[in-house]
């Protein structure tokens, strides 16, 4: 997925990443950093594409979860946003 979101390959990189996100669910469970940051790869490949409705939603899915797991002053937190 890396080489065409580099590339600006948008839509060969978009079922990559969805496979990304499904494996990172499956092996750390929703409530983890790897899927907070899945989620913001997600978000800026949905806003390449022009799905803002969509990358703000992911960003949104990343923004809970590190807010869940660090609270409101963690430096991840405030690098998400």
């Known amino acids: 997925a890396v080489t065409y979101l580099d590339g600006g390959d948008w839509q060969s990189a978009e079922p990559l990443v969805n496979e990304m996100m499904k494996i ?17 790869i997600l978000a ?26 660090y609270g409101e002053t963690h430096v991840q937190l405030a690098e998400a946003y």
Do not use: C, M, P
Request: glycine share 10%.
């Open 44 to 69: 800026w490949l949905l806003s390449h594409k022009g799905d803002r409705k969509g990358s703000l939603a992911a960003y949104d899915d990343s923004i809970n979860i590190l807010r869940e797991l």
């Open 24 to 40: 990172r669910v499956a092996t750390f469970g929703r409530k983890h950093v790897e899927v907070a940051v899945g989620y913001q």
